[in-house]
């Protein structure tokens, strides 16, 4: 399961076309998001991925 389908899926996010590639890329450490806003929640979702499925 992908971040994005963890995101929508369990904690109910809803993301567009551009948001999704944006975590997908943050969470692989390849960008950073622009906004803080953005990146705060983004931190939120990778931290729960993490925990979900026991990632260090």
């Known amino acids: 399961m992908s971040i994005v389908e963890?995101?929508?899926r369990v904690l109910g996010?809803?993301?567009?076309?551009a948001m999704a590639a944006e975590i997908?890329?943050?969470f692989k450490?390849?960008?950073?998001p622009y906004i803080n806003t953005d990146r705060?929640?983004?931190l939120r979702?990778?931290?729960?991925?993490?925990?979900f499925f026991e990632i260090d």
């Open 45 to 51: 979702v990778i931290n729960a991925y993490k925990a």
């Open 29 to 32: 450490g390849s960008t950073v």
């Open 6 to 8: 963890f995101a929508e």
């Open 40 to 42: 705060r929640n983004y």
């Open 13 to 17: 996010y809803t993301f567009s076309p």
């Open 24 to 26: 997908e890329g943050y």
